[in-house]
Nanobody, 127 residues
Framework: QVQLVESGGGSVQAGGSLRLSCAAS????????MAWFRQAPGKEREFVAA????????TFADSVKGRFTILRDNVKNTGFLQMNTMKPEDTAVYYC????????????????????WGQGTQVTVSS
């Protein structure tokens, strides 16, 4: 199993930045695709970004493209979500997720395929 722990959430004004971290333990981190999802009150969980095992491939939701960056450090077993030019509609609980895969460039944007989830971290953007 993989244990995931998010950190770095908080409150920020519109236009500001936050960097979320996802610390992984239990298995070889580089065997897993990693992704970030978010869920706002009253809404379904939605995909934000995903990064391949090596970090060479990434994909983003249209709503965050150009503003967010997803990164990973396989030596430190940590993933990151760098959020810039934030908007009030980015307010949500953010979750990191992991799925073991054998494809070096595999990416997944569907929550159901991910096997492991963190507990979530709250991000609030005020206008």
């Amino acid at each position: 199993q993989v244990q995931l722990v998010e950190s770095g959430g908080g409150s920020v004004q519109a236009g500001g930045s936050l960097r979320l971290s996802c610390a992984a333990s239990g298995r070889t981190f580089s065997d897993y695709v990693m992704a970030w999802f978010r869920q706002a009150p009253g809404k379904e969980r939605e995909f934000v970004a995903a990064i391949s095992r090596s970090g060479g491939s990434t994909t983003f939701a249209d709503s965050v493209k150009g503003r967010f960056t997803i990164l990973r450090d396989n030596v430190k077993n940590t993933g990151f979500l760098q959020m810039n030019t934030m908007k009030p509609e980015d307010t949500a609980v953010y979750y990191c997720a992991a799925k073991r895969t054998y494809g070096s460039k595999s990416l997944y944007a569907t929550a159901d395929v991910y096997d492991y989830w963190g507990q979530g971290t709250q991000v609030t953007v005020s206008s």
